[in-house]
Structures are given as structure tokens and as C-alpha cells.
């Protein structure tokens, strides 16, 4: 969980600062103990900061921005947790919740790659797969603001495993980072990757992410069927959509799209491949997210569009 007092220029007063999200022993994050993880930097603000005008708070998953509620967090474990009420009560002050793709968006609106664009989904690809939409020149988030799911569409619910979400074979359980290290690990398992084996061993004793895509580099045949084979699926969610809306920019963030230099280049070949107008594959941008955290900048500057200091 990254936090960070934001300007409305999008500049931090002080570097970010990073704490662990707490879980209970069944794997789920527990609200009451993040805000109060999050308390002494919210006293910290309204005594140092006189234009404290609230809190962005970016969240992976579906959140009811006008009551707050965390509707379904697949990463968190969460359904129907009132996160926004919550922080409200506790901090007495005006909270703006918001999915993390949303404020990545907002982010790249304002102050980043798509400045002038009227047509942009952004995508996060990390230890989930989602994004949000500017259509138009408006931001879209569909008749319950959850639109840009694209890493639940399914892709193979026969065989795929369970997401967080409760359904089984989504594209997410194919191409986040938790299923490039699942896959990774099976790959060792079954003898057939010795570097991943041996990368396991000096490391760490658990196969990860980087390390596929570590393994690939050396020239891994099971790391590089297991990349090429997240490409794939990616092309053909990333292509679907561009071929439903007519989109002129996807902005790709999250750790697994900085796994290698040529990953993003690779998943550009193989949506253009996948598309259906030539229009489309020449005017199409595929771009690298303008920020570290995109989503922190976003929900900084959520609280300034509230309050009508900034505007898309």
C-alpha cells in the first residue's frame, strides 16, 4: 500500500512511502487495520498541509464511488466492505474511493500520455489484469461503474483455475503475475525448466515472476512458452476491445509489463495481428504508463477534480 501527499501540479511533497497491507490468517486484508495504518499520515497532513482538502483513496477492485463500498476486491478478498463510510468516520474527512484503474487513468489524463486523447483505455497488468476507459472524452464506467473488467472476460472456464473473483478460467488467472510464477513453478516441478530449478534454488526456494521471465532471457524453452503463451492471451483480450470501441491508445502499467525490455513491444505485435481494420493497426498507440505508480498519482488528483481545482 503506497501513500503519498499529492499538489495539484501532480507533484509529491515527499517521496512515497510504502506499508504492507495486513491480512487474517484466511487470507483476507483487514480494513479496520489499514486506516489505521493510514491515520498518522492523515494527522500529519491536517496539521503540515493548511489546503488539506481530503483523501484519494485507490483501490483494486469494483468500488460504488457514491457510497464508498467496496463491492468485490478479488485481490483483498473483499465484498460489500463499506471502505469509504469507514475512513470517513475515522478520519473526518472527505473521502473519495475510487478503482486503482480509474486514478491511473485520471493520472495519464491530466498529466501524462494522453493528454488531448478522446479515446483511451488504461491497463494494469500485475498481480491482477484490468483497466478503465475514457470514451469519447469522458470517462466511462459503464451503469455500475465497474466497466473495464477485461481480465474477468473468460477465456477458458474448463480448465482454467479459480480467480479471486469466484469464477474459474478468467483471463486474469492466465496472465497476471501469480499465474506466470504458478505456471513457472510447474514448470520446475515437472522437470521441465532445470534453469528455473536452479534459479529457485539460489534465490529464493520459490519460483517467481521476474524469474520466468529471468529464466526466458537465458534462453528458457518452458519460461519462453510460458511468456509467448501470456502474449497470446493479452493479444487477444487487448485486440477484442480495440475492436468493439475503436480505441486510440492503450497506456499498459503494473510490474509484469516491465518483466522485459521487449514485453510490451511483443504484446503490440500480437494485438495489431489480432485487429481487424487496417485503420486500427496503423493508428493504434501502445504505451508504457508515464508514472511509477500511476493510480497514486490518479487519486491524488481525484480530490482536486472534486473540488473543481483541475478538470479532463
Sequence with gaps: MDIAFLDQNGSFYA??????????????????EILDLLEPYVDRAKKELPNFLGIGLSVCGNINEISGE??????????????????EDQFNVPILPATDVRMALIA????????????????????????????????????????????????DEIHGELCGCGQRGCFESFVAGPAIASQGRKAAEDGKSKILSDLCLKESNLVTTKMVFKA??????????????????????????VNLLDLEMIILGGGVVKGSDDFLDRIDKRVRGFLMTEEAKRDLKIVRESFDNSALVGA?????????????
Excluded at 491497463?123 to 484490468?130: N, R
Aim: net charge positive.
Design 216 to 241: 526466458e532471457l537465458m534462453g528458457d524453452q518452458a519460461s519462453k512458452e510460458i511468456i509467448d503463451g501470456v502474449i497470446r492471451k493479452l493479444g487477444i483480450s487487448l485486440s477484442s476491445m
Design 15 to 32: 517521496s512515497p512511502e510504502r506499508v504492507l497491507v495486513p491480512f487474517d490468517r484466511s487470507g483476507v486484508a483487514i480494513p479496520g
Design 70 to 87: 467496496a463491492v468485490l476486491v478479488a485481490n483483498l478478498y473483499w465484498r460489500n466492505v463499506p471502505i469509504g463510510r469507514m475512513a
Design 300 to 312: 491524488g488528483a481525484s480530490v482536486f477534480l472534486n473540488n473543481g481545482i483541475l478538470s479532463l
Design 108 to 155: 495519464e489524463l491530466l498529466w501524462g500520455k494522453a493528454i488531448n486523447c478522446k479515446h483511451v483505455a488504461w491497463m494494469t497488468l500485475g498481480t491482477g489484469f484490468g483497466g478503465y476507459l475514457f470514451l469519447n472524452g469522458q470517462i466511462y464506467g459503464g451503469y455500475h461503474g465497474f466497466a473495464g473488467n477485461l481480465g474477468h472476460g473468460i477465456y
